[in-house]
Each structure stands twice: as C-alpha cells, then as structure tokens.
C-alpha cells in the first residue's frame, strides 16, 4: 500500500508528539568536528567552548601560553604574573631564576637532565614561587618526554596503565590510592563496597576508591567514565552504601547535578549520562521508516558510543550495520535483520563459556537513534535501556560480557554476560512511519568459571507495539451498531414467530425464542467484528509500504475484539442446537391424491370390501428421498477442507502468519523466518476459509444446479411423478407445501402407460403441475410458502394420535379378506389406529387443497419485496390460508442445505478456535470434518424418526 493520507487534526497531533520530545537530543559531532575553540567532551558526546583564555586540544582545552590551568579539563585559566612562567605541568604560575634569561616567557634550561627538573611543582599542593632545580619529590617522578616532574601517576589515568608506575610515594598528609596520591582525610571518609551480585570484585577493589576521588576532586573525565563503568558492571545496584552506583551518584551531587535527570544536557560536562528520572517518558523518533527491508529507510538507525573499560571514548559504531550490540555470532546479513523496521525477530544463540572469556573484550555502549533533521544536522536521540536485574527503570549504557571485574590474579572466575536483550519499539499511532525511540530491555546472568565447556544461551528478539486505540474505538462501535440491529431483528424474528405459532400475547416461550435469536444474531456480529478486525490488521500490516499498524502484543491486546471471538463458539454453539431442534420436530405429512384403479370418481358405487387399497410404496420412496434430503449442504465439507488444507499448506499461504512483513510464499535461503503470530493465523484462516466458501457456494449455485444437478427441483419432480405432495410446517400456523399432485391423475402405470403419459407432458396435452390456475401469473409453480388457518391446525391436532410411531418390533400382519394362500390375520390395535389416523390426516389435507373444507380455504398471492427481505407475512387472515408462490426454494430452510450461512459461520469460528489452540490448520481441519459427520449422524437419526412419527411411515423403511 502506499501513503496513507490524514486529516489536518491528525497532522497537527503527529506534529506535536515530534516537536514536544526533541528537547532530549545531540547533534552528531566528534573531535575532528570541533571549533578551534572547542574541545570535544566524552561525557556529553559534543563539543563544548573553551573559555577565553584556553585553547583547544584534542578531548581537551589547552590554557594559552602564560596562563595555567585550575581544572583537568583547562576550561578555566589563570593568568600569571609578567615576571612568571607556567610550569609544564601548567598548574603553577613560577619565577625565574636570577641566572636565567630575562625573558619572562622562557626562563632557560640549566638543570641536569634526568636527575633534575627545570620546572618543578609538587602534586601535595605546596607550590614553589619560583624556579629551581632539585630533585623529584617522592609524590612525582620525572618525566623525560615533558623535562619535568609529574605527579604519580598523571591526572589522566588509564586502566593498563595503573599498575605500571613506578618510584612514587606520597607525603605524609597523603596515601597512594591506586597510583594516586589523595589527601589521607579524603580517602579515611569514603567507605566503598565492591561487590558485585553478592560478591567482591577486585576490580572494584582496586579502583573504585582512586576513581571516585578523581572524579569529585581533581574532575577527571576519564575517572568519572572508568566510575560510572563500574556502576553499569555492578548492574546499576544502589542499594548498598559504599557501592559504585551509590558512589557514582554522589560524585554527580558533588560535581554539581542532583542525581535525577533525563537530559544529557543537564548532566555534569565530566560526568557520564546513565540514570534517567523516574518517568523519562518516551522519544519522538524523528526518522520515518518502511517495511521494505531493500530500502534503507528499513533499518533502525542505531547508533553507539563506545567506551573501553577504563572510560576512554573509541568513537561511534553504526550498530545496525555492524551488529556489534548482538552477543550472537551469525551471518552479518541474518544479524541485520533485527534492526529491519517492523520485523518480529526472535533469536537464540548457544555458545561456550570459554568463547566468552576468550573472545571478547569488555566494551560499554550508549545507544543512540540517529536521524537527519530538515536542516541536514545528524542528530542523536538517546535509547532508553531498562536492566531487569536493576528493576524496571531507565538507564543509559550497556555492555555484552564483563570478563574484568571477576578476574583475579589475571585469572577470570567470574563472568557476567548478556542473556536475554529485547527491543521494543512503541509507533505513535495514526502517524506516517513514525515511531518513538526504541527501548532495549537486558538481563544479565552471572556464571562461575568452573568447566569451560559449559554452554550458555542467549536470546535476542525484537517486539513492535502501538496502543489501537482507534481501532478499538472504531472496533466499539461496529460492535455496538451491528449488536442493535441484531437485537432489533431478533425481536422482529420473535414477533414473527409468535404469530406464525398462533400465540395471541408474548409469553415465557416468546422470550425464550427471542434470547435464542439475539445469541445467533450475536454469534455472528462477534465472528464478523473480530475477523474484520483481525483481517484489517493483517492487510495492512502485510501490505504496507509505509509502516502504519503494528501487530497486536501481549502488553496491548484489543481486549474487546478478542473476547467477542471467544464468545463467538459459544454463542454458535446455542444457535446450531436451536436449528437442529427445530428441524426434528418439525411437521412432515405425506398427501397422496392416488386413489384406486377401480373407483374412477368418490362417488363410486362399488362396495367397500371390493375397493382396492392404495399402494404405498410411492410414500416411503418420496419418505426415504426426502430424508436422504435432510443432510445435504450446498457445499460439500470434506471439499471445502481439503481444498482449505492445500492452500494453507502446499501452496504454503500459511506463511502469510508469520509476524514480520513477507510477502514471498518460499523467500530464499537467507530470509530470517519469524515465528507465527496468533492473529495473523486468525486472519489467514478466516481469508482462505471464507473465499474457498465463496467459491464452492457460486460453483454449486451457477454452474453445477443449473448446468448437473438440481436435487430439489429433482425432488419436487419425483413428487409430481408418484402424486405425492408435501405438507412441511415449520411452526403451528407456518410452513411449506410442495405440489406433487400427477397432470394425469395418477401414478400407478405400467411401461407402457409411463411413456404415454410422458410424451403427453412433452406435447402439451396436459394441464399444468401447479396448483394456480393457467391464467395465474405462475401457473407452474409447485412450491409455496403457506400461512394455514387455526381450524386447519386445530383439525390436525385433533387427529393426530398421541403416539404415532410404529415401533419395529411390532411386524406387521397381512390384510384381512385378501385372497390366495395367505391366511387372514387381525391387525394389532395400534396399527389400525395408524392406518385410520393416516386415512383421515391424508383426507383432511387432500380436501384442504381441493379446497373441499368448509371455511377453511385459501388464497395464492406472492409477497411483496419488503415480505421477502424480512421473511415475514403483514397479512393477518384467521378463518383462511395464504400460499405465497416460493420461487427461490425457500423450503430447504427446514434442512441444512438452507442454512449454509449458519453452518459455515459455525464451521469457520469451530476451525479457527481449534487452531486458536492447536497452531495446526490440520488438526483443526480434521476437527471441524469429525464433528460434522457426528452432528450429520445425529440429524439423521433424529430427522428419521422425525419423519416416521410426523408422516405416519414405518422407520424401517428409511434407509
């Protein structure tokens, strides 16, 4: 898809959101980058002025030449006096010599070299005034490359190079801390607490005290990186007094900055950026990306400050490209994938421990998100990073593996390394591309070196999360209008039913039907607002060109939506029972117009032992016909799943449900697969469900009943062949009639007469097969909808037998008087009440349609446009019928073949709970097929008796 165009009230929204969280950037610079009058902070990551009086020079200001220093960082300058020069340590103003020159700004060089200093100036801070030669104090040493003697060690420290200064010693007032004489009531007050996890590191041991001191005295940069280093070794724990973290943050209060901040611009310029305040919020990123991973706008822009262990900045590393942050070792190009905007990654890595205290050196980073503003400026958006080990709140700078502060006698027994690191990036809903800064979540596992060999894992993964709140508004209220008008045509439905079963005021039956018809009605909204749903969200998230909606996380369900698919099997559960109970006892009757061979009119004269009986044999046919009717479904299932399952499987679209944005059905051999996501399953399943439905439904409506096989209209022929018609009543008053009545009179013929009767019917010759009249509009119609007068109904209750079913254990005898060998036997008393209650019911109904019943007759009509689209009847007539003419086989709603719709939305929500909770489109397949044949089986057993006990037939002879 391609752009997505919004409202000004959303542009002004997005605008806001960006413009209100870029207070809490840098732009991108480093030390080549700087002003002559700059010098570039490793702190802050920029470049900060010199004072007036200093000079730049590499990561630091130079006082300019007659002035020294009174911080490290030579960004205050003092200006000596003209008879002075400064010494080269340059934090001393000192006076030349008599015997030297008289030049104030160079005073000569006439110590011996080695031995003595030209320039002199003791670290305990007691200065000379002037210049002397004399040996080093026993708290420096000299110097051959600067020709002076300085202090033991240099204010600028680093770690591999702590141990190896030589020949210092402090005064008495001072204690060598580290290679770094302090005054001895400085270091007497500071209590520290190496540990690290419970225990003592001898890293911290050695040197948290001497960094600490450093940091807050002399304000070495370098020191206060190598403290804050400690700090994120001992995984941000402030908990302990003495700590690194503890101790940290009181160099950041002594160094002039309360210890919570969110913006690198209000931290100390010597101090290290790691703690944020207790609700930083979230950054506006102001980069707007794709999800076409050939694009660079693709990829997160990562970006990191690297620091050595003892706090030297190395530079930035352009993570997203080197993959440098991922502790696992795999194709760079695979590795990449994680920072692919909108891709789902989920990876897990083994690896030996010894590779980890071997093949990797401690390195701290600061992530950043870079992005290039409208002015060309490269900016960078400080990442959020949240320590699970620390709890949950925000911090800075991260490292991979600590091999260092568990290393004892330059042995490592202790290693801490990265097991699990997530990101999470959260989009700014309703915006083109934009997201805030992703959050990188770590945990850290610490591990004794005990066997090598050991193998450890870790997992890195990526989650992508947005709020949906207008898709749940507008979620709400699809649901909320699709649930009134279901709720309206419910109560229609039950008003509907109540006057078709002849119930004269709403009773407790009436709002029963009612709350069955809602929990259909509602079955259905649920599955159709879920499915949308999820179908919207899959088709965007797919097919979007510029990232837009993100998948749907734990953390940020659609709540709504999910709980309406829940219900959505329970509610289809009620309304599936509701329809089968219907069917089975619906009221089915056989109306046979054959009358016998000898008597060509009622008014025969012939006597009653010399009538010939009425066959019946043309009933049980039409009776097995008709049940074997009960069952069929305008698409066959065992087709539809197996056509579902080849789709879903071979032709791999279940791919489609994989959680990045793919497209490809089989990408190549470097694509990074993404595990499945539920929804997208839903989504997919629904899709393919749903158009194999579509398709099989229009095949077997357009082309195979017109062009194969129409078994109704086939039926209703079969009807008229054995002048057999159908009374079907639905409810007391309502149901259907299938004119079945022979043009010729009568069915009973030998081959001879079939074919006379045959090429008659082809030739005109007879009269019409439907009930009207020719001159009706539809004079061959056969099929009706029909409203019954209460004296008909009343007529039928009344002689209907109380138990109508003939049992098969009760054979039958032969009839009495007939003649041959076969000897008279007396019917059981039960069967001749059938065979009297089968004679009158076939009458009663024979002379209804003849019209023949007093006050009791009625009228063929068609319904009008809105009587169809309601499926309802407006006219009220008590004392007399109404046919409405059925042109579209609305009779097969009394089987399963006319509730398609019913029974698909049941098998879809059925095959998609089970993949819910299986992930296998199989297992789901084979569900929904077995649960069908069991639900079949049950309709037609139940139909059968239905159909035996209604329709006043033996059982037995339903096959």
């Not at 007539?877 to 009779?891: A, C, E």
């Amino acid at each position: 898809m391609g752009q997505h165009k919004f409202s000004p009230i959303f542009f002004l929204i997005h605008l806001f959101i960006c413009c209100s969280a870029q207070d809490n950037y840098i732009i991108k610079k480093t030390s080549e980058s700087c002003q002559n009058t700059e010098y570039f902070s490793v702190a802050t990551l920029e470049c900060s002025e010199c004072t007036v009086n200093s000079t730049f020079n590499g990561y630091l200001c130079k006082c300019k030449t007659g002035y020294k220093k009174l911080n490290s960082l030579s960004t205050l300058c003092e200006p000596c006096l003209p008879s002075q020069i400064v010494s080269k340590d340059g934090w001393e103003c000192l006076g030349c010599p008599s015997s030297s020159s008289n030049n104030p700004n160079d005073c000569g060089t006439f110590c011996s070299e080695n031995t003595e200093a030209s320039l002199y100036y003791e670290f305990s801070g007691k200065s000379r005034n002037d210049l002397v030669c004399q040996n080093c104090a026993t708290s420096s040493i000299y110097s051959s490359s600067s020709e002076t003697c300085v202090s033991c060690p240099d204010e600028i420290v680093f770690l591999n190079d702590v141990y190896s200064q030589t020949g210092c010693s402090c005064d008495n007032a001072f204690r060598l801390e580290d290679g770094v004489c302090f005054e001895e009531s400085a270091v007497s007050s500071i209590r520290v607490d190496p540990q690290i996890n419970g225990v003592i590191s001898p890293l911290l041991s050695s040197s948290l005290k001497r960094a600490y001191l450093s940091c807050v005295n002399y304000y070495n940069t370098i020191s206060c990186e190598l403290l804050g280093n400690m700090c994120v070794l001992s995984l941000y724990d402030d908990s302990r007094s003495g700590s690194a973290c503890e101790l940290y943050k009181e160099a950041v209060r002594e160094n002039g900055k309360d210890n919570s901040g969110q913006d690198i611009n209000e931290w100390p310029t010597n101090m290290p950026w790691l703690y944020y305040d207790a609700n930083p919020g979230r950054s506006s990123d102001g980069n707007s990306y794709t999800i076409n991973s050939k694009l660079s706008t693709s990829y997160l822009k990562i970006v990191a400050a690297k620091y050595s262990a003892d706090g030297e900045f190395l530079g930035y590393v352009d993570v997203y490209k080197t993959t440098e942050i991922l502790l696992c070792k795999d194709d760079k190009t695979r590795l990449q994938k994680f920072f692919l905007f909108g891709k789902y990654y989920d990876k897990t890595c083994s690896m030996a421990l010894s590779d980890l205290v071997n093949g990797y050196t401690t390195y701290f980073y600061d992530l950043y998100s870079e992005y290039t503003d409208d002015s060309g400026n490269v900016k960078l958006q400080a990442m959020q990073i949240v320590v699970t080990n620390y709890g949950n709140s925000q911090v800075r700078r991260m490292f991979l593996v600590d091999n260092i502060s568990g290393r004892e006698n330059n042995e490592v027994k202790r290693i801490t390394y990265l097991s699990q690191m997530q990101m999470t990036v959260y989009a700014n809903e309703l915006t083109n591309g934009a997201s805030y800064v992703p959050t990188i979540t770590l945990t850290y596992q610490t591990v004794d070196i005990s066997q090598a060999d050991t193998i450890v894992t870790t997992r890195i993964y990526s989650i992508y999360e947005m709020k949906y709140s207008l898709i749940k508004r507008t979620a709400g209220i699809f649901l909320a209008l699709l649930a009134v008008i279901t709720i309206i045509i419910s109560i229609v439905r039950a008003q509907n039913w109540r006057k078709r079963s002849g119930t004269a005021n709403v009773n407790a039956f009436v709002l029963f039907k009612l709350l069955i018809f809602v929990c259909g009605g509602l079955g259905h909204t649920a599955i159709t607002v879920s499915l949308s749903i999820y179908i919207y969200i899959f088709v965007m998230w797919k097919f979007q060109d510029v990232a837009f909606i993100f998948l749907p996380t734990a953390s940020h369900k659609i709540n709504m939506v999910d709980i309406c698919f829940q219900l959505a099997l329970i509610l289809k559960i009620v309304d599936y029972i509701h329809l089968i109970f219907c069917q089975v006892i619906t009221d089915v009757f056989f109306v046979d117009f054959e009358r016998p061979k000898n008597v060509l009119n009622e008014n025969s004269n012939i006597p009653e032992k010399d009538k010939q009986g009425v066959p019946m044999w043309r009933t049980y046919f039409v009776a097995n016909e008709w049940n074997e009717l009960q069952t069929i479904r305008k698409v066959n299932l065992f087709v539809h799943l197996l056509i579902v399952v080849f789709i879903l499987k071979a032709m791999n679209v279940e791919s489609y449900a994989e959680q990045d944005s793919n497209t490809e059905l089989f990408p190549d051999d470097t694509f990074e697969r993404s595990p499945p996501r539920t929804i997208l399953r839903l989504a997919v399943g629904g899709l393919v469900y749903g158009a194999v439905e579509i398709l099989l439904y229009a095949f077997e409506i357009y082309v195979y009943s017109k062009f194969k096989e129409d078994v109704f209209n086939n039926f209703v022929d079969l009807c008229t062949a054995c002048n057999i018609s159908l009374v079907i009543m639905m409810n007391s008053l309502y149901g259907f009639y299938i004119h079945g009545r022979s043009v010729h009179g009568f069915a009973e013929a030998d081959m001879q007469d079939m074919f006379e009767m045959r090429e008659k019917e082809i030739s005109g010759l007879t009269g019409q097969r439907g009930l009207t009249p020719e001159s009706f509009s539809h004079p061959d119609c056969q099929v009706f909808e029909m409203v019954v007068p209460e004296k008909l109904r009343q007529k039928y209750v009344e002689i209907r037998p109380n138990s109508m079913r003939i049992r098969a254990a009760n054979v039958p005898s032969p009839r009495t008087g007939g003649s041959g060998d076969v000897p008279n036997v007396e019917l059981l008393p039960e069967h001749w009440e059938i065979v009297k209650n089968y004679n009158k019911l076939n009458d009663h109904f024979v002379n209804f349609i003849n019209l023949n019943l007093p006050n009791c007759g009625y009228a063929v009509e068609k319904k009008s446009f809105i009587e169809k689209v309601l499926h309802m009847e407006f006219e009220d007539r008590k004392d007399s019928g109404i046919f409405y003419i059925d042109d579209g086989h609305q009779f097969d709603e009394c089987m399963l073949y006319g509730n398609e719709f019913s029974l698909f939305m049941f098998d879809l929500i059925l095959f998609l709970t089970v993949d819910y909770f299986f992930a296998n489109f199989i297992t789901a397949a084979v569900v929904v097929y077995v649960v069908q044949l069991v639900i079949i089986y049950l309709r037609n057993s139940l139909g059968k008796a239905n159909i035996a006990k209604k329709a006043l037939v033996d059982e037995r002879f339903l096959i």
